[in-house]
């Protein structure tokens, strides 16, 4: 394929992959850690109020970059955000399968595999960090291949650029950081590399991690706490036992086991073990085939242990290593019967999960089956929001602050939890919504956010009524607005 050839196919895939998510995306104001995003992009917070794990800067600065666009509802905008950065999550795999195999077929089957993967898309349709981390680290294989292929420095100088990016958006990146830390250290060891160029690599990874270097920074000169200030760096405010946790317990096991499944829905995912087993046999070389197999066995163990309710979002890194073996799988046996039908096929059960989460909604709720989600959010069926990946037209955060203001007599004060708090305040913010109204909550995850303990509740009762607000039988409409008395 010529290089014409090459990067047509790449924005073809590219636009695909863009159309498809972005109609899948959700259009609209959203709740808990989505919603929060939305409310920072909206105020310029590029740290949060919940410790420097959980900033996510460059995500930020993207959104506040998006925010002055005035093109389309600004949250619909933010949640675009992931859709862009999952298409060139795709684009950048299914570019990478093609330059190492040098064959069209397994580069289809790697992007297709990943496109359909149930987190990867589910998480594209939302305001969320992690389709950005995967564009930085499709980015980052791209070129720590291309450096093994042609031994051209300028490839590992763009390796360190895109790995400081990668920290500057999520904390995951300090994976493919370790990994290629221990390269460097191996090649310059072997003189296959200087220390000039070293310095080069990294110069530009601090120049990319500038961002989350600017936080750190700021925070250990206003509380003089370095080692607390690099311990929120690390694991945030209250997370440290969930990112060190080295217990499993049967039913964590068997959920990580059961959300793994759902991700990859075809008898295809055999290949993933046939990929594992060949690896070696058409690696471009040894230095990328072991920087694979460690970034795979890491991302796999760091989710698989971890504790955090949404922990099943962190297989996302992994599932994308793993639709690239999937791939190399399927190549292998396709290349070794040289079998057209065997090809088709394979392209075909890569369109199974489609079939898989139009139907598991209905079957796992006639079962009652636990998918360990809050349940109680409001005018949202649990199931299908969970399982069903895309999120086109959902409109039940908007719905529920209607709901809401419409209960509320003119001055009175609303206290809400972290779940139900953002889209109440940007439907009176960026909708212009009962203004006349005060929305409280108790955990302060932005700035500029009212909190409870900024007033007694004796204060805030003096300002008019105060009103809870509870997702009790929300879908029905009743239920969701408590008054509290003093």
């Known amino acids: 394929m010529t290089s014409d050839n090459l990067k047509a196919s790449y924005i073809i895939v590219l636009l695909t992959a863009c159309a498809i998510y ?22 310029d917070d590029i740290e949060g109020k919940l410790g420097l794990a959980l900033s996510h800067p460059l995500y930020h600065i993207i959104g506040i970059g998006i925010k002055h666009i005035r093109l389309g509802e600004f949250v619909y905008r933010v949640n675009l955000i992931s859709a862009v950065a999952a298409a060139f999550t795709i684009a950048n795999l299914f ?43 499709s980015a980052e294989l791209l070129m720590l291949l291309q450096y093994v292929k042609t031994k051209r420095m300028m490839f590992l100088y ?21 990994c290629y830390a221990v390269l460097l250290m191996i090649l310059l060891l072997r003189k296959q590399i200087s220390f000039k160029s070293l310095g080069i690599i990294v110069i530009l990874f601090i120049v990319g991690a500038v961002p989350y270097e600017y936080l750190i920074i700021k925070n250990v000169i206003q509380t003089g706490d370095l080692s607390g200030t690099l311990a929120s760096a690390l694991f945030g405010e209250s997370w440290q036992a969930d990112v060190l946790n080295t217990s499993l317990s049967a039913k964590l096991v068997k959920e990580n086991l059961i959300f793994m499944a759902y991700n990859f829905p075809t008898p295809n995912v055999i290949f993933f073990f ?42 996302i890194p992994f599932y994308c290593l ?8 399927s190549n292998l046996l396709i290349l070794k019967h040289n079998r057209k039908a065997l ?63 419409k209960k509320l007599d003119p001055g009175a004060v609303v206290y809400a939890d972290n779940t139900m708090v953002y889209p109440l305040l940007y439907m009176q913010e960026v909708k212009g919504k009962r203004a006349d109204i005060r929305i409280i909550s108790r955990y302060a995850s932005s700035e500029g956010l009212p909190l409870l303990s900024e007033k007694s509740m004796e204060q805030w009762l003096s300002e008019g009524d105060i009103f809870s607000v509870s997702p009790i039988d ?8 408590w008054k509290v008395r003093d």
């Not at 400081?164 to 950081?177: E, K, R, T, Y």
């Not at 594992?276 to 795979?296: D, E, H, I, Q, W």
């Not at 929300?474 to 607005?481: A, E, F, N, R, T």
């Open 158 to 178: 763009l390796l360190g650029l895109f790995n400081g990016l990668a920290i500057a958006n999520h904390m995951l990146a300090s994976v493919g950081f370790v």
């Open 22 to 43: 972005s109609a899948s995306c959700a259009p609209g104001p959203l709740w808990q850690d989505s919603g929060m995003y939305q409310y920072r992009i909206r105020h």
């Open 95 to 137: 570019l990478l399968v093609r330059l190492w195999l040098n064959r069209i077929l397994p580069a289809i089957i790697a992007a297709a595999t990943l496109v359909l993967s149930h987190t990867f898309w589910r998480h594209a349709a939302i305001a969320e960090t992690y389709t950005l981390y995967t564009a930085l680290l």
């Open 343 to 405: 090809s088709w096929t394979v392209l075909i059960l890569t369109l199974l999960p489609i079939a898989t989460y139009i139907i598991a909604p209905a079957v796992a709720e006639k079962q009652k089956f636990n998918i360990s989600t809050r349940a109680d959010v409001p005018y949202r069926n649990d199931y299908v929001w969970f399982l069903q990946p895309w999120k086109t037209g959902y409109r039940g955060a908007e719905e529920f602050a209607d709901q809401v203001f």
């Open 322 to 329: 793993a639709s690239i073996l999937i791939s190399v799988g």
């Open 474 to 481: 929300g879908q029905k409409g009743q239920g969701i607005v």
């Open 274 to 315: 046939v990929g594992l087993y060949g690896l070696k046999k058409v690696s471009p070389g040894r230095s990328f085939t072991n920087v694979f197999l460690a970034m795979l066995i890491l991302f796999f163990v760091f989710a698989f242990r971890y504790t955090v309710p949404d922990r099943y979002a962190f297989f």
